[in-house]
Structures are given as C-alpha cells and as structure tokens.
C-alpha cells in the first residue's frame, strides 16, 4: 500500500503532498453532489446531437425514443464504472492513477498516468472554451478572451481548494442547477406543444450509446481522486452512481428536446434556452456551474501529476495546470469533440477492464508504493481492448465499447489464468 505521513494541512482539506494521509469528509450527498454536477455539461446539451444523428450530418435521425433509451443505458453503464473505481478508491484511499501501480507496477503505470494528464489538459482546454463561449452568447459585449481568462481564474481558484469546493457544490450549487433543468426543461416543452417518440428508427443505438458512455468513461480516471476522500465505501458508489446517472440523463435529454422541438441544429441549442422566459437567468446558472467540469479536470491533472511525482505541492500544480489550459483555451477552438470522445474511450474502457479485473483477482496483494514491481504482461490486454474498439465498426445495434471492455477483461483473466496454471507446474 501507500507509505504514508501525518498530515501537515488542515483535516477538511487535501494535503499539499501525496505522501500525507487523505482526509476522510465527504458524505454521500458531497459526493452525489459532485458527480451530478459533473454529470450536466454545456458540451452534453449540443453533443445530444451525436446520440439523434449517430453517422454524422445529412443522415438520418434515430427516433425520440431511441435517442433516450440510448442515453440511459450509456450513461447507466459509464456510472457504473464510475462507481466501480470509486470502491475501489474509497477501500485504498488512493488516487486512480496510484491505484494503476497496483495493476502494472510503478514503472509501467506512467504510460496511463502520461496519457491522462493528456488528456485531462485537453478536457479542462474544452470546458474554459465552451463555458466562455455561452458566456458571449448572454453577455454579447464582453470580449471571449476576457471570459477565457475570468474562468481560467476561477478554475484556479476552486482547484486549489477541491474538497471545499465539493462542498460549496453540495450546500448551493446544486439545488439551484437542478431549479434551472426542471425549467428550460418545462418551457421547451410548452413550446413545442409536447413530445412524440418520432418517426426515426434505431439504426445507429449502439453509436449513441458509445458516445454517451465515453462521457461517463471519461470521468473514470478521477473517480478514485474523490472517492478516497469518501467516509464509507458506500458513500463513494450510490454518490457517485446516482449523482452520474440522474443528471447526466437529464442533461442529455434537455439537449434532445431541444433538438426535435424548437433548435435547427445543435448550434442553435444554447439559443432556444436563451429563448424561453427567464431562459437567460436559468441558462447563466447552469453555464456558471461549468466551472465545476474545469475545476474537476485540473484538480484531476494535478493528481496524476503528483501520481509521478508524489512530493510536489498539489497547490504549485494546480496553478501551473490551471494556466496551460488557460492559454490553451485561447487558441483552440472545439471542432472534433465526437472524434475526441471516440479516442477517450478507446483507451480507457481497456485500462477500466484490467483495473476491475485485476483488482478482483489481485486486489489484495496490490503494491500501490513507489518501488512495486513491473507487470509489463499487462499491458497486453490494455492494449487488445484498444485494438477491439478500433477494429469493430461502428453498427446499428453493437456498442463497439462494450466489446472493447470485454476483451480487455477476458485478456486480462487469460493472463492470471496462464500465470496460475505456471505457478501450478513449478
């Protein structure tokens, strides 16, 4: 397990370095809080474009009710593995990607923990984009550079402090983004005079249903993050489950609503919100909120970073990270979102399956210090779950990430199958 000293930082706090003792102060309703907001994203209501118009533009759209059953059961099983980490997280008390040391030995674990700094860099990039550009669409006068830096700011600022900032999200945050879903919700559809399940059939489900559960993957690598700040196990799991799960729905659902009833196109999404009464108010609340996704996917970089280098100062990190995404944010623009889910999910539902796998078999006797030995071996399922998702088309009714986690996890039980079977004639 992890050496670990006394904490140098108050108990209501993460300490400055990884080598001190976490906290245990998050209750389930912090963590249901935390994972619901992260569930509502700007990116969720116009990426509910790829669900309805799974192959892409100028072809058809699936029905209504294909669209939502797609959501559900993507978003249910990317809660899922959400929570699944955040068990584990909350049993070790250690980070997601210092639980990776475990599975493949502290050497060999840099290459996910590299990957999901990446990564995290470019979804923190993402989120001061999208938040500062639905900011200029209800504040039309300020400049998107000025709202770019603004958040950059915020960001920082709630990354430097995390698990207050779970709290600030549980005691205000919430109920006032839950209020502001239940009305753009209610309005829209007045508006559009109520809901049928449409004329689209189901060919493309399994498409939407990649893309909503590659969101909920995407979360994975920082499930333990939190989770090992949890008070109980459960707390950890039903937070996590129900918070991902209900909000997410939602999210995606609005987006849908949106599409079939009052928007042409996802681009006049954020619009039809502006459109209906108090649409602006209830639409500033949820766009504030983003906040949470960035302060999230620092908080997150951070962590992995400190993964490889446990004795930086969390708050130093977080800062340096928080400007990368910042400037970052200034120069880019969000083109190949889809594209960039697609790949998230390619390389994390593999590395999810020989988590869980090897945790159920190995857990036990898992090394998470700075000297556990290499497994190189086990990268090699990792690595065929990637190769799965990419070599299974995308098909009307397959999900091309289930059959990626499932032959990571059959990989991963041949490995210890063989090892055991090794073991037996020695």
Same mark, same amino acid.
């Given at each position: 397990?992890?050496?670990?000293?006394?904490?140098?930082?108050?108990?209501?706090?993460?300490?400055?370095?990884?080598?001190?003792?976490?906290?245990?102060?998050?209750?389930?309703?912090?963590?249901?809080?935390?994972?619901?907001?992260?569930?509502?994203?700007?990116?969720?209501?116009?990426?509910?474009?790829?669900?309805?118009?799974?192959?892409?533009?100028?072809?058809?759209?699936?029905?209504?009710?294909?669209?939502?059953?797609?959501?559900?059961?993507?978003?249910?099983?990317?809660?899922?593995?959400?929570?699944?980490?955040?068990?584990?997280?909350?049993?070790?008390?250690?980070?997601?990607?210092?639980?990776?040391?475990?599975?493949?030995?502290?050497?060999?674990?840099?290459?996910?923990?590299?990957?999901?700094?990446?990564?995290?860099?470019?979804?923190?990039?993402?989120?001061?984009?999208?938040?500062?550009?639905?900011?200029?669409?209800?504040?039309?006068?300020?400049?998107?550079?000025?709202?770019?830096?603004?958040?950059?700011?915020?960001?920082?600022?709630?990354?430097?402090?995390?698990?207050?900032?779970?709290?600030?999200?549980?005691?205000?945050?919430?109920?006032?983004?839950?209020?502001?879903?239940?009305?753009?919700?209610?309005?829209?559809?007045?508006?559009?005079?109520?809901?049928?399940?449409?004329?689209?059939?189901?060919?493309?489900?399994?498409?939407?249903?990649?893309?909503?559960?590659?969101?909920?993957?995407?979360?994975?690598?920082?499930?333990?993050?939190?989770?090992?700040?949890?008070?109980?196990?459960?707390?950890?799991?039903?937070?996590?489950?129900?918070?991902?799960?209900?909000?997410?729905?939602?999210?995606?659902?609005?987006?849908?609503?949106?599409?079939?009833?009052?928007? $042409?196109?996802?681009?006049?999404?954020?619009?039809?919100?502006?459109? #209906?009464? %108090? *649409?602006? +108010? !209830?639409? /500033?609340? &949820?766009?504030?909120?983003?906040?949470?996704?960035?302060?999230?996917?620092?908080?997150?970089?951070?962590?992995?970073?400190?993964?490889?280098?446990?004795?930086?100062?969390?708050?130093?990190?977080?800062?340096?990270?928080?400007?990368?995404?910042?400037?970052?944010?200034?120069?880019?623009?969000? $083109?190949?979102?889809?594209?960039?889910?697609?790949?998230?999910?390619? #390389?994390? %539902? *593999?590395? +999810? !399956?020989? /988590?869980? &796998?090897?945790?159920?078999?190995?857990?036990?006797?898992?090394?998470?210090?700075?000297?556990?030995?290499?497994?190189?071996?086990?990268?090699?399922?990792?690595?065929?779950?990637?190769?799965?998702?990419?070599?299974?088309?995308?098909?009307?009714?397959?999900?091309?990430?289930?059959?990626?986690?499932?032959?990571?996890?059959?990989?991963?039980?041949?490995?210890?199958?063989?090892?055991?079977?090794?073991?037996?004639?020695?």
């Amino acid at each position: 397990m992890v050496d670990v000293a006394r904490p140098h930082t108050t108990p209501d706090e993460v300490p400055h370095t990884l080598t001190e003792q976490a906290p245990r102060t998050l209750g389930t309703l912090d963590q249901a809080a935390l994972w619901g907001n992260l569930g509502v994203s700007l990116l969720g209501f116009t990426g509910a474009i790829f669900v309805l118009q799974p192959f892409g533009e100028g072809t058809p759209y699936v029905s209504l009710t294909a669209a939502l059953v797609a959501v559900v059961v993507g978003t249910a099983v990317g809660a899922a593995a959400v929570a699944a980490v955040a068990a584990i997280g909350a049993r070790t008390g250690a980070p997601t990607m210092v639980l990776l040391r475990g599975v493949f030995g502290a050497r060999a674990s840099t290459v996910p923990t590299v990957l999901n700094v990446v990564q995290m860099v470019g979804w923190g990039t993402f989120e001061i984009v999208t938040i500062a550009t639905a900011l200029t669409q209800v504040v039309p006068g300020v400049p998107r550079w000025a709202w770019v830096l603004t958040c950059g700011a915020a960001t920082i600022a709630l990354a430097v402090r995390p698990l207050g900032s779970v709290r600030l999200l549980r005691r205000w945050v919430s109920i006032a983004v839950v209020i502001a879903l239940l009305w753009l919700a209610g309005n829209l559809i007045g508006q559009s005079g109520g809901l049928s399940g449409g004329s689209g059939g189901w060919s493309g489900f399994g498409v939407g249903v990649d893309v909503t559960l590659a969101v909920g993957i995407s979360w994975v690598p920082m499930a333990a993050d939190y989770a090992r700040h949890s008070r109980t196990v459960r707390s950890a799991v039903v937070g996590a489950f129900a918070g991902t799960t209900v909000m997410g729905v939602a999210c995606y659902a609005i987006g849908l609503v949106a599409l079939v009833s009052v928007a $042409d196109g996802p681009d006049q999404v954020f619009a039809s919100f502006l459109a #209906v009464p %108090l *649409g602006v +108010l !209830a639409f /500033l609340v &949820v766009t504030v909120r983003e906040l949470d996704q960035s302060f999230a996917n620092v908080y997150a970089t951070t962590v992995s970073t400190q993964a490889l280098r446990p004795r930086w100062d969390r708050r130093v990190v977080s800062v340096v990270v928080g400007v990368l995404v910042t400037v970052l944010a200034l120069a880019v623009r969000i $083109d190949n979102y889809e594209s960039f889910l697609y790949a998230i999910g390619s #390389v994390f %539902l *593999g590395l +999810l !399956a020989v /988590l869980l &796998v090897d945790y159920l078999v190995a857990g036990r006797r898992w090394d998470l210090s700075e000297t556990s030995a290499t497994r190189w071996v086990l990268l090699l399922p990792w690595a065929a779950g990637i190769a799965a998702y990419y070599l299974i088309p995308p098909g009307p009714l397959v999900s091309r990430s289930l059959v990626s986690f499932l032959v990571a996890a059959a990989a991963t039980g041949l490995v210890h199958g063989l090892a055991w079977s090794v073991r037996r004639t020695v």
